[in-house]
């Protein structure tokens, strides 16, 4: 298993307004960058989209602690299976959040992808923080 984390993002806004933007995975879409996904699909449980140059990637909402944390898993066909959380932690006028992704992946495979997973869940974490601002 690899786990890879944003950075801690001070949203300004409550946890809840967050938790339910995050919650429809309608939204997600809106924190992508649109230079690097193709062919998005979405509904309210359900994503899946095409990185560009590399693997189509499926996602499905699984659990939720209200306004706290949000667990998404692998949906579909993936190159690997894994779980992304999202925490949610509010503090006065902002709330502090934070995206981590486990995935099942061999030593070759965590070693190529560190760095760029983690400089994806950081843009990710970042236009968070922008689509509030």
């Known amino acids: ?72 898993v692998s949906n579909g066909k993936n190159p690997f299976d894994f779980t992304l959380d999202i925490n949610l932690n509010e503090q006065g006028d902002s709330t502090e959040s934070q995206l981590i992704f486990d995935g099942n992946m061999n030593a070759f495979m965590k070693m190529m992808a560190e760095k760029p997973l983690t400089n994806f869940f950081n843009l990710l974490a970042d236009n968070l923080k922008a689509h509030f601002a």
Do not use: R, Y
């Open 1 to 72: 298993m690899a786990t890879f984390s944003s950075n801690k993002v001070a949203v300004p806004a409550s946890s809840n307004d967050i938790f339910n933007f995050l919650t429809d995975l309608n939204n997600l879409q809106k924190l992508m960058p649109e230079d690097k996904i193709d062919q998005w699909q979405s509904d309210a449980e359900t994503c899946s989209f095409q990185i560009k140059g590399l693997a189509k990637i499926g996602m499905k909402l699984d659990s939720t602690e209200e306004n706290k944390k949000i667990h998404i």
